[in-house]
């Protein structure tokens, strides 16, 4: 058996991760074919899974931020909050930074309402253990190999605030659901005595017999034949959890099987005839509507929020009165929030009258997509033959991109989509043939191995490997869905092939470039990637970057503002053009809160 933790540290944290990412990845199927509450919309596990994913992914982030040699700094030491390893310059992450990074990765990639739900139990979690961390890191002393870490009391305690914070979190909280199974999994942690591997055990266990339980509580579920999905995507969740100081998940296959009886041990039910067979039921009052209809809300409305504490809990009372399923979470100034709502455009009004609203995504109930096809007798939507989904860095472009006929998925500064977020982007296409624009260099194997699982489903998906959003714009203007695929996607590629692309920043911290040693606060023009100017002035710089670029030859310019640009730049680069490159044509676009100043296309 391979060695196993027997405290939570960091190491221990970005195990659990792993190891919960991938039992949601062979649990997601069965979890969204059992989603029937509080939509029968089959996307649960995928809401799941996409929701871990970015929680591992930031933990990955910290990690690899403290890996990073530092000995060339002037002591050598490691960045500031690290715990020594033993080896000059490297550093590991204490278990404040990794907990914190896996709740606020859960918050910003929060999917669905379990997966909103799921992301304020890790913000629980994270309040005690970043707290019991900080503490150990302080009499760790100076000792070399040892990390910061949480012992089964912690843990216990972290369990509990997890279960109470999430039940805060929900406006109407509702027995037989994952705030049922995560109540369960504490109560039966804090009646428990031992290690972390104890604890981690007691409380997988606690939750599976809760969630054996759930279809007693919740008529739905009864009606229907199958446990609550929510719950057990977090059975899944916890079993990581023990695993992670076991070395073995517990009871496996164990939940599956008796899930697979009870939906099959219903007569007559299958995937379409249990969602559609599910009765309008009455739950603690509240009337419930597991499939689009008239007396249901019509739209599920999420977006992460920057707000202050007391605007949200206006924003609260306004939802509640706009819909149902309210679950809002978060914290310290960012919220994610969702609602069930007919008026999608007054949910997010709502938002933005608490704060700044972003990521906004709106959902369809009623929309014939992979989820709901074939409910209420209506017939599947049929697939386009081909689609474009692209990443792009603000809203601007975004919509750009989406009047071109493109699915989009946004990208914000220091936020890069996960391959389950690019996945879930070409399954809404619906179409059998996808061409994929990353338009980043470091979202390259993020794109392919979205694209490899799209692969695993029936679709034919091609990978540009754009570097730039102006890059995928030359490709977006040459395609053309009535072309045969592969000629289709050489003329793509050729297009943002040749084009160069560049960007004008401010630089956020001394460093080496290849143009010299910049400082915080210099305006950088990067030509294909790589540092190439650097200047004080932004309209200046962007300038000189335009005609190194031009001294190569190019008939187009594309300029794509970003938010923080100055007005006048774009008026200026274009008289710059007219006047010393003839015969080369300007276009320039907005592109919103895109992190960089300005984007520059030269084909």
């Not at 979890?31 to 089959?42: C, E, K, L, S």
């Not at 939940?255 to 969602?275: L, Q």
């Not at 039921?281 to 499939?291: P, Q």
């Not at 509640?320 to 914290?331: A, E, K």
């Amino acid at each position: 058996m391979p060695q196993v933790p027997q405290t939570l540290d960091a190491l221990a944290v970005r195990t659990w991760c792993g190891l919960a990412l991938e039992a949601l990845g062979r649990a997601r199927e069965e979890i969204d074919a059992i989603n029937v509450f509080p939509v029968a919309d089959g996307d649960t596990g995928t809401n799941l899974y996409l929701t871990v994913e970015s929680a591992a992914a930031a933990v990955e982030a910290v990690f690899a931020g403290y890996e990073t040699v530092t000995g060339a700094g002037p002591t050598g030491s490691a960045p500031t909050g690290a715990v020594s390893t033993g080896v000059t310059g490297i550093g590991l992450p204490t278990l404040a930074d990794a907990v914190r990074a896996m709740a606020h990765g859960a918050l910003i990639g929060a999917r669905g309402n379990s997966g909103t739900i799921l992301a304020q139990l890790l913000r629980g979690m994270a309040q005690v253990l970043a707290a019991d961390g900080e503490a150990g890191s302080e009499t760790a002393g100076e000792s070399e190999g040892e990390t910061a870490h949480t012992d089964g009391q912690g843990l216990r305690l972290a369990l509990r605030q997890a279960a109470d914070s999430a039940r805060e979190a929900v406006a109407h909280p509702v027995e037989g659901t994952v705030l049922t199974v995560a109540a369960a999994a504490a109560e039966a942690a804090t009646g428990t005595e031992g290690d972390c591997a104890t604890v981690a055990c007691a409380a997988y266990e606690g939750a599976r017999a809760a969630l054996m339980a759930t279809p007693g509580q919740l008529a739905v579920l009864e009606r229907a034949g199958v446990v609550d999905a929510g719950g057990r995507g977090l059975l899944a969740v916890l079993a990581a959890l023990a695993e992670t100081f076991t070395g073995e998940s517990p009871g496996a296959g164990r939940v599956a099987g008796e899930v697979h009886t009870r939906v099959n041990g219903m007569d007559g039910v299958s995937g379409v005839d249990r969602v559609d067979g599910v009765d309008r039921v009455d739950v603690n009052g509240v009337c419930v509507d597991d499939r689009p209809g008239e007396d249901n809300p019509a739209f599920e409305v999420t977006y992460l929020l920057e707000a202050e504490d007391a605007d949200v809990a206006r924003l609260r009372a306004r939802l509640d009165r706009l819909g149902n399923s309210l679950v809002v979470v978060g914290g310290d100034g960012l919220w994610n929030v969702h609602v069930h709502a007919d008026d999608a455009g007054a949910a997010v009004e709502a938002g933005v009258e608490a704060g700044r609203p972003y990521r906004i995504r709106i959902t369809h109930f009623g929309l014939g997509d992979a989820h709901t096809a074939g409910a209420a007798g209506r017939p599947p939507r049929e697939r386009a033959q081909r689609a474009v989904v692209a990443v792009v860095p603000g809203e601007g472009l975004a919509g750009l991109y989406a009047e071109a006929g493109a699915t989009t998925v946004l990208a914000r500064p220091g936020e890069p989509p996960a391959s389950g977020e690019l996945v879930e982007a070409v399954r809404r296409a619906h179409a059998r043939e996808v061409v994929l624009l990353p338009n980043d260099a470091d979202l390259r194997h993020t794109a392919a191995a979205a694209a490899e699982q799209a692969r695993t489903e029936g679709i034919r998906v091609a990978l540009i490997p754009t570097r730039s959003a102006v890059q995928g714009i030359a490709a977006l203007a040459v395609h053309e869905p009535e072309r045969r695929f592969d000629e289709d996607v050489v003329a793509m590629t050729s297009a943002a092939g040749a084009t160069r692309y560049a960007e004008v920043a401010v630089a956020e911290r001394q460093s080496w470039t290849m143009a010299g040693i910049c400082q915080a606060g210099d305006v950088l023009g990067l030509i294909d990637g790589d540092v190439a100017v650097i200047g004080s002035d932004i309209t200046a710089t962007a300038e000189t970057v335009l005609d190194r670029m031009l001294a190569a030859g190019g008939e187009m310019v594309t300029l794509v503002l970003g938010d923080e640009a100055p007005g006048s730049i774009a008026a200026h680069l274009e008289a710059r053009v007219r006047e010393s490159y003839l015969a080369v044509d300007t276009v320039a676009y907005r592109g919103g809160r895109q992190g960089a100043l300005l984007l520059i296309g030269v084909e």
